[in-house]
Structure formats: structure tokens, C-alpha cells
């Protein structure tokens, strides 16, 4: 029986409601997991806290051949399904694609962290990249414990967001709030790739991450 896998993406098309600052889905985090996961013959939906279209950043847009061979991928993401309509039992893994725009409407998401403790009981795949581990802040399973204590993980570092001279708009500085859950946090070096695998849990560090992160996850799947 084929696999299923769940991409999640941002609605969050501001930094901080600054229309002079532009967010979004990090294009090539959504779209390199989807062909990565659609080749190997998995079954793919993508959702989002709203449902609809979705902004894609406007810095992963560089206009090269990556955008022609993610046409599909950014078509698909004018309809994502709402988040709350989606029957999550019938993926076997989730797929957390980054962008800031995830940091400002992925944590404290009710029905994101229902599927993802949901995941976490049924030992089924977790998985993100960059900044869709943004969903894990503050995020508990049903015995009260944060998602992420006790799991070794990583995602966009405090240097990586200071390197951008981003860290003063975000609500809060991702790798500091995932270690203060309880994560085992995995730095690697900026800009590079870094994948993480522990348990049920497959995170990459940055957009280099995002292709590796879903061979990870389909190695699990298969």
C-alpha cells in the first residue's frame, strides 16, 4: 500500500505584520520534499493553517531553473487544504516546510499540534525543516510533556537568524525555545546541510537541508 505524506506550509505572508517585510514558504523547502516524496511514489497533500494559497517568499524566488522545475509545486500552492479538515490519520508522516512566515502562525496551532502529538503516540514520521520546527514550540503530547523533550533535533540556529539581522522580529529565537522543551539540539555550521534523525523525528537545519531530510524520511517509509 502506498505511503502518505502530510507537507505543512505558512499563511503568514509578513514578518511581524511588516508589509515592508515579506515572508512566506521557503519555496524549495515545500517543493524538493514534494518531488523528492511524489518519485518515490508516495501520495502527497499540502496544508496550511488557513487552507487556499499560500505566499511564497519572495527571497527563495531566484527566477533559475529551480523555478521551472518547481512549476508544479508553486501551482499547487495557490489551493493547500485547511489544516482543520484534514484527516490526519491517513498519513503516515508529516512534513514541516520552513519560512519565516511559519514562525508566526505554526506555533500554538491547535490542529497542527494535535496531529503531531497524534504522530508522536503512534511512532508515525515527524519531520521539518528550517523553520517549520517552529510548530514544535510549546507543543505537548497528551501526558503533559513538551513534544520535543528528550529528542535530538535541530533547525534554523540563533547565528543563522542573527546572520540575517532577523532575530529583533521574531517572537522568539527557535533554537532557544526548542532547547528549552527539553530538545537535544544539533548545531552544524550555517548555511550548511544538517540533518538530524532521532526516533520518529527527521529535521534538516536550513533550505541546504531540505532535499536530505525527505531522503531520510523515505528511507523510514519504505
Not at 48 to 64: A, I, L, Q, R, T
Not at 118 to 129: A, C
Amino acid at each position: 500500500m502506498s505511503k502518505s505524506v502530510l507537507i505543512m506550509v505558512t499563511n503568514a505572508d509578513t514578518i511581524a505584520g511588516n508589509k515592508n517585510m515579506p515572508t512566506g514558504v521557503w519555496l524549495s523547502e515545500a517543493a524538493e520534499p514534494y518531488i523528492a516524496f511524489q518519485s518515490a511514489g508516495f501520495k502527497v497533500d499540502i496544508a496550511s493553517p488557513k487552507g487556499g494559497s499560500v505566499p511564497v517568499d519572495p527571497n527563495s524566488v531566484e527566477g533559475g531553473n529551480d523555478d521551472e522545475k518547481f512549476t508544479e509545486v508553486t501551482k499547487l500552492l495557490q489551493d493547500t487544504l485547511k489544516m482543520k479538515d484534514v484527516v490526519y490519520e491517513n498519513y503516515d508522516a508529516i512534513f514541516l516546510a520552513g519560512g519565516h512566515g511559519a514562525m508566526f502562525d505554526f506555533p500554538g496551532q491547535a490542529d497542527i499540534q494535535n496531529i503531531m502529538a497524534y504522530f508522536k503516540d503512534n511512532g508515525r514520521v515527524i519531520s521539518g525543516v528550517c523553520h517549520g520546527p517552529a510548530a514544535f514550540a510549546d507543543a505537548k503530547t497528551k501526558d503533559g510533556k513538551y513534544l520535543v523533550d528528550g529528542v535530538k533535533l535541530t533547525s534554523f540556529t540563533n547565528a543563522e537568524e542573527d546572520s540575517m539581522n532577523l532575530s529583533e522580529y521574531m517572537p522568539f529565537m527557535l533554537q532557544t525555545k526548542l532547547e528549552e522543551n527539553g530538545a537535544g539540539f544539533v548545531k552544524g555550521e550555517a548555511g550548511e546541510e544538517n540533518v538530524v534523525t532521532s526516533g520518529n523525528f527527521v529535521t534538516g537545519q536550513n533550505p541546504a537541508s531540505s532535499q536530505a531530510v525527505a531522503e531520510a524520511v523515505i528511507n523510514k517509509l519504505q
